[in-house]
């Protein structure tokens, strides 16, 4: 699945380059999505083979991999559409998505056998197949609510740092360092909190990076200038350093 997510993506992405309709923007957004799940079907092939008492430690510093992604992808992106243009972007992160799956196809094995398994007919109680529901459940809402609070303010942070500038000064630049400050904290603290998670308890790790997490959001709406604004996402990147390793690890 790796191999079609990537290349999926590569494609969707150049074709964003190439059209001049709102609407056919939109739907290739909505078919980048469905070729989505190239982080989650890595997270799965690493979690199959390491072993799990230091699985917390190896999913954090795996992690490091696609938070770098996003540190340097927003500062790229700022530089290209400051020097060059938007549509040259998706070009160029299309051929990015490419190299990656070239490289994947040709360095990733996986000695896969199948398992053989009944069918069965869908359930909508799908829940019952759990041996810990409570617990299913309760990653299943945290999940929710963590990416709902991450992808909310996605879409108007640049808007927000033009207000916070005035309008004035080079916008794309300081949007996408801004908005690449919560993966710089990620990729430097994930190895850490992998290792707290493994000592200490992922549960107990998990609460104070939803703490982190939630109470980042209040600063940012208040912020008075760029730099406080940059203040609070670092620490929203802590939270994300220490949660999201976390769930995959309870998972």
Same mark, same amino acid.
């Given at each position: ?9 590569? *494609? ?83 051929? #990015? ?80 360092? *801004? ?46 200038? *760029? ?23 309870? #998972?």
């Amino acid at each position: 699945m790796i191999l079609q997510t990537s290349l999926g993506s590569a *494609v969707t992405i150049a074709l964003m380059g190439m059209i001049h309709s709102a609407w056919a923007f939109i739907f290739l957004r909505g078919l980048q999505g469905f070729f989505g799940g190239v982080i989650p079907n890595s997270t799965a092939l690493i979690g199959t083979e390491v072993p799990k008492k230091h699985a917390q430690y190896i999913l954090s510093v795996f992690s490091i991999g696609f938070t770098s992604g996003d540190l340097v992808g927003p500062l790229v992106g700022g530089l290209l559409d400051h020097y060059f243009s938007i549509r040259d972007t998706f070009f160029i992160t299309g051929l #990015l998505l490419f190299l990656f799956f070239i490289i994947a196809l040709i360095f990733v094995k996986e000695d896969f056998k199948p398992k053989a398994v009944h069918k069965t007919k869908f359930r909508w109680n799908f829940m019952q197949s759990f041996n810990n529901k409570r617990l299913i459940g309760w990653i299943l809402i945290t999940t929710v609510l963590v990416q709902i609070g991450i992808n909310v303010v996605y879409p108007i942070i640049t808007l927000y740092i033009k207000q916070l500038m005035h309008n004035h000064g080079p916008i794309a630049i300081v949007s996408g360092v *801004v908005t690449a400050i919560p993966g710089i904290f990620d990729m430097t603290m994930s190895p850490l909190c992998g290792k707290l998670g493994d000592k200490y308890g992922t549960g107990k790790l998990l609460m104070i990076g939803l703490i982190l997490s939630g109470c980042c959001y209040i600063p940012q709406g208040l912020a008075v200038g *760029v730099w406080m604004l940059g203040c609070a996402r670092a620490i929203n990147g802590i939270g994300d350093a220490i949660v999201f390793p976390s769930i995959d690890t309870l #998972l």
